[in-house]
């Protein structure tokens, strides 16, 4: 009865040798703790038992637990065991935690330490990254916007035939003219006196009433039925088409 290794029955270690020898001292001054299993000598098992054993709270759950096991209760059995760690304050996350706390917490503002400017604590990472760059460099307001003026909207138009502040469509003879001109002066005027120019700017006026019609804009001095420009002294007159 020499076997090369052999488990003790008693305090279950391997006993490469002397295993009867060893019996023999095992059983009379060894037993495996009650608790943790391991092999104690029995005249020291009490105070085994009262060091590595002694009950004490959980301080998450306030269950009384044994301190050999509490760090793997407080892991894997707590039913308040701790969960996470909030990004926002650091505080430790239990089972019990109000669930909402991390989305609370994030609805938090506090002073950015760079711009100034108060921010959610949630947004701060996006805050470093795009916005808080732009309170640091002062940008001028942007102009504010106004409704284009009228030759924006002719802006693709031949510059000679601009409406505003271009030279009078018609030639000379209209700055002459004081009252605004009857419906068939101007057309005669227009015919005689700009008749290719007149085609080509049918054909864009054309144009530019299928453009409006699309867009459902309606701002421009242009309408569906004709066009208004403003002669060399100022004067505001209306051609019908
Ligand atoms: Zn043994
Ligand atoms: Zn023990
Ligand atoms: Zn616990
Ligand atoms: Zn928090
Ligand atoms: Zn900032």
């Not at 009867?20 to 608790?35: A, D, M, T, V």
């Not at 917490?105 to 916005?131: M, P, Q, W, Y």
């Amino acid at each position: 009865m020499s076997s090369e290794s052999t488990i003790c029955p008693n305090c279950q270690q391997t006993i490469s040798t002397n295993f009867e020898r060893h019996i023999l001292f095992c059983e009379r001054n060894i037993s495996l703790c009650p608790k943790c299993k391991q092999p104690i000598q029995k005249t020291a098992l009490e105070e085994h038992l009262a060091a590595e054993h002694e009950e004490i709270e959980c301080p998450n759950c306030y269950a009384l637990v044994d301190s050999y096991f509490m760090e793997r209760h407080q892991a894997e059995i707590c039913p308040n065991r701790k969960i996470g760690t909030c990004p926002y304050c650091d505080i430790d996350l239990f089972l019990h935690s109000p669930e909402n706390h991390v989305e609370q917490c994030g609805n938090r503002t506090d002073v950015c330490d760079i711009c100034g400017g108060r921010i959610r604590l949630r947004d701060k990472e996006a805050h470093f990254l795009s916005d808080c760059r732009s309170h640091v460099i002062v940008t001028p307001p942007p102009e504010p916007t106004r409704t284009p003026p009228p030759q924006s909207d002719m802006a693709h138009f031949p510059s000679h035939i601009q409406p505003s502040d271009a030279p009078p469509l018609v030639g000379p003879q209209m700055k002459k003219e004081t009252e605004p001109s009857p419906r068939d002066e101007m057309e005669e005027l227009f015919k005689t006196t700009a008749e290719t120019m007149c085609n080509t700017f049918t054909a864009l006026l054309e144009q530019k009433k299928k453009e409006d019609q699309a867009t459902q804009r309606n701002t421009s001095e242009l309408s569906s039925s004709g066009y208004s420009i403003t002669d060399g002294s100022g004067k505001v007159v209306s051609i019908n088409l």
